[in-house]
């Protein structure tokens, strides 16, 4: 059972989001990722972008020898010429950093976003101003003006 648990957290538990909201957050952490590796790939230098370690083997292996469990053994490096793989991985986040967008973009996702917020406020007032909850005069124009200022935000955040 513990196991199970610190797999699930690992892996994420299951949760219920909106699928705007998950699309939004995953091109978010993805930018996040790009970044991250950008800052990887500035680490480099100018040789290594395109020549590199592409083999390594500690002396004595397959002979019986190298299980030195404190990494003591010496090792052997093969160079050759190639792309780093901190460019690759550039590459392949940048592509999918923009292949996110796009969807995005495609899908209008702002635009849809703000028209739920609009629904939830509306839904809001509605309930506010129920005569079921019997508020005051005085609570009605201070739940209003929450609401505006909720609502202004959201429209600042969104600019």
Do not use: N
């Amino acid at each position: 059972m513990a196991q199970a648990q610190a797999t699930a957290q690992l892996f994420g538990v299951p949760r219920e989001v909106d699928p705007i909201t998950g699309m939004l957050e995953a091109y978010h952490q993805t930018m996040g990722i790009l970044d991250a590796v950008e800052a990887m790939c500035m680490q480099l230098l100018p040789a290594e972008v395109v020549w590199g370690v592409v083999k390594e083997k500690r002396v004595g292996e397959g002979e019986g020898g190298g299980d030195d469990a404190e990494g003591l053994t010496p090792v052997e490096r093969e160079y050759a010429p190639g792309v780093h793989i901190w460019v690759k991985l550039l590459e392949a986040w940048h592509d999918r950093a923009f292949t996110e967008a796009e969807r995005i973009l495609k899908l209008d996702l702002d635009s849809r976003r703000v028209e739920l917020s609009q629904g939830h406020v509306a839904a809001m007032v509605t309930v506010l101003l129920s005569p079921d909850l019997a508020l005051s005069d005085d609570q009605r124009r201070a739940a209003a003006r929450i609401l505006r200022g909720m609502d202004q935000q959201r429209t600042i955040e969104s600019a």
